[in-house]
């Protein structure tokens, strides 16, 4: 089961954060998960690298039909206001967390929670899309045949227009990062972005996919256009102040291949990135990734 759970908020006193808090959400979520099932988070703990869930930071409302909310000027805090509701997501890709967060955490939310030294009111937890944007939940098979519904249609206009590729586009929520000879590497190229997603599918899915979609990924897989800005984060809550860098914005890709099931992976890996989340830090806020169609309007 794939769950992503939008918890809405509204802080008990004016204040302020910094604009990506992501790390102390996913402090949060760690240690709720320590409180309510020691074994549970001890299991999640000794995982390898990868990990099954994801978090964002506090974020503003946004409206109804809108998954970005407009940016705060560089170097502004983001600004609490009780009269104004904000939110957060945690994702996870791990059956036992799924279930626990949906009986749990979705039922029965916890009154109030603290995100640094801010303490906020818990309004509603979303898990359902029609509740908010960024809430959803599904099964993997659920997945599987969304990713094939969109593989059809998309092979057949390609058929139609006689198109030399097909198109995925990215938007990158929040910063996103990669490692390449141990530093951080803010370019969301293909060889990065669809192999950490190809990685989280393999390790949790139960059904990995062909080690022949890496080759697709690196030989057929180009970029063909993007709206991408770096963005130096702090990480909040970090005692050194640390900083990290990352991208922001939508990334086109476009597949040049002769192979229907590889494009088929892709297209299963691309709805995959709304729960997954793409890149490095993924529990820290980064990389909150969704599959778009067409070219998105950025808010500047």
Known sequence: MLVSLVVQLRPLAPGSLLPYTGKAVGAFLINWLQEVDPALSAALHDLDEIKPLTASGVQRAVRPDSFLPPPLPPGEL????????????????????????????????????????????????????????????CSWSDLKEAALAGYSEDYNRSQTARAPGSKITFLFHTPTTFQHNGRAFPLPLPAQAFRSLADRWNAFSGTPLDESVYDAITE??????????????????????????????WCEYSYFGQRPEQLLNLHLLSRFAFFSGVGKKTLQGFGQTLAVEGIPKLPR
């Open 220 to 249: 057929d897989v180009a970029i063909s256009a993007y709206d991408l800005r770096t963005e130096l984060v702090q990480l909040e809550g970090s005692h050194l102040k640390t900083k990290l860098l990352g991208c922001r914005g």
């Open 78 to 137: 983001l600004r609490l206001d009780p009269q104004r509701l904000y939110w957060f997501r945690i994702t996870s890709l791990h059956e036992g967390l799924s279930r626990y967060l949906l009986e749990n955490f979705y039922r029965e939310p916890p009154q109030t929670l603290p995100i640094l030294k801010q303490t906020f009111k818990v309004e509603s937890v979303a898990v359902q899309p029609e509740e908010h944007p960024w809430a959803a939940n």
